[in-house]
C-alpha cells in the first residue's frame, strides 16, 4: 500500500494486494479512516503494490512497484488531500520490494528488485536529485529485498531485509548506516532476528519506530521496536496488536496508526490500530 495521512490527520491509502480463492488480486482503490469506517477515495488509474514510498513536506512518493502485470515506470505523488499532484515523476526507475528515502534534496531508491518474475535483485542504492537519476553506492552485504528505510539527520538507515542465496532469500538482521556526503557505511545495533519487510518510520526528537516483519516460513514478527540514531541503541517499546509484514506505519505527530499488512501466508489483515504517541514514547526504557 502506499499510506500516509491527510491534512485533517486521517489515515489513508492507495493501493496494495489481496487474496481471494487462492489468486493474488492487485488494487487501485484508496480508502481514509473516518470515525472507524474506511471511506472510498477517488481510484488510482492502474493498480500499484510493492512500492518504495518516501515522504517529504507532506508529499507521499512512491516509486516504481507493480501492477501485477510488469514493473510500473515512475513515480506517483499523493498531497494530503489525498490527490495525485503528478503521475510521471522521475520516469527512469523500475524497482519492486525496494525502499525510499528524501535526504535534503536528493531522493534515495535502495535495494529491491529490477524484474518482477523471476526476481534480480540489486544492491545498487540510486538517488535522484537535479533532474536525472545515478547510481550512488552498493549495500554493504550485497542485493537486499524488502528492507525498512528511513532517513535521520544527515543519513539512510536501513534495517534488515532478504538477502538472495540459491535457495531464496535469506534474512538478514542488520542495520546499517549510509552517510552520502562520505559515501561511507557504518554497521549500527542488529535487529533482534533476521527479518524481512519490517517497516520504518523517523519520529523527530525520538527516533526510528521499526514495525513487524517475516520471520521465517509462518513466523511473523509483533515486535515494535524504537532505534535512536545518536546512542545507536534497539530496545523493543511495545508489542504490536498483530505479528505482521509490510503493514502500513504512518503518524500525524499525535497519533500512530497501523493497518493492513500480511499476518499469515497468503492473508491479509484487514484491521487498524492506533495509539497516543505521546503514551507510547512513555514505554522508553531510558
Known amino acids: 500500500m502506499v499510506a500516509f495521512t491527510t491534512s485533517d490527520s ?17 488494487h487501485a482503490s484508496g480508502f481514509f479512516l473516518n470515525n472507524g469506517s474506511w ?9 500499484i503494490a510493492y512500492a518504495a514510498v518516501a515522504a517529504k513536506n507532506g508529499m507521499t512518493y512512491a516509486t516504481g512497484g507493480t501492477d501485477g502485470i510488469g514493473l510500473r515506470p ?11 499532484v503528478s503521475s510521471n515523476t522521475f520516469r ?15 531522493f534515495y531508491v535502495v535495494g529491491g528488485s529490477t524484474e518482477l518474475s523471476p526476481l534480480n535483485p540489486t544492491a545498487s542504492v540510486s538517488k535522484f536529485e537535479a533532474g536525472r537519476w545515478s547510481d550512488v553506492s552498493q549495500l554493504p552485504e550485497g542485493a537486499l529485498i524488502n528492507p525498512a528505510v528511513a532517513t535521520w ?3 539512510i538507515l536501513v534495517f534488515g531485509g532478504g538477502l538472495p542465496t540459491d ?21 549500527r545495533q ?13 519520529l523527530p526528537s525520538h527516533g526510528i519506530l521499526v514495525a513487524g516483519g517475516y520471520i521465517e516460513e509462518g513466523v511473523f514478527s509483533p515486535d515494535l521496536l524504537l ?20 503493514p502500513a506505519l504512518v503518524s500525524d505527530g499525535k497519533w500512530l496508526y497501523l493497518f493492513g499488512g500480511e499476518d499469515a501466508p497468503r492473508r491479509r489483515s484487514n484491521r487498524a490500530f492506533r495509539a497516543f504517541l505521546p503514551n507510547l514514547m512513555k514505554l522508553r526504557s531510558n
Do not use: H
Request: proline share 8%; glycine share 8%; hydrophobic share 40%.
Open 39 to 47: 471511506k472510498s477515495l477517488d481510484p488510482l488509474k492502474d493498480p
Open 167 to 187: 535457495n531464496g532469500l535469506e534474512n538478514t538482521s542488520s542495520v546499517y548506516a549510509f552517510e552520502p556526503a562520505e559515501n561511507a557505511w557504518t554497521k
Open 153 to 155: 539527520k544527515t543519513e
Open 227 to 246: 532505534f535512536d540514531p545518536d546512542l545507536n541503541t534497539l530496545e523493543k517499546l511495545a508489542q504490536l496488536p498483530a505479528s505482521l509484514m509490510l
Open 92 to 106: 527512469s526507475q523500475y524497482r519492486v520490494y525496494a525502499g525510499a528515502a528524501w535526504l535534503g534534496t536528493a
Open 74 to 84: 515512475g513515480t506517483l505523488v499523493f498531497n494530503t488531500s489525498p490527490k495525485i
Open 190 to 202: 542488529s535487529l533482534p532476528a533476521p527479518t524481512r519487510g519490517t517497516v520504518a518510520l523517523a
Open 10 to 26: 486521517k489515515p489513508a491509502y492507495f493501493g496494495g494486494t489481496s487474496w481471494q480463492d487462492g489468486v493474488k488480486r492487485f
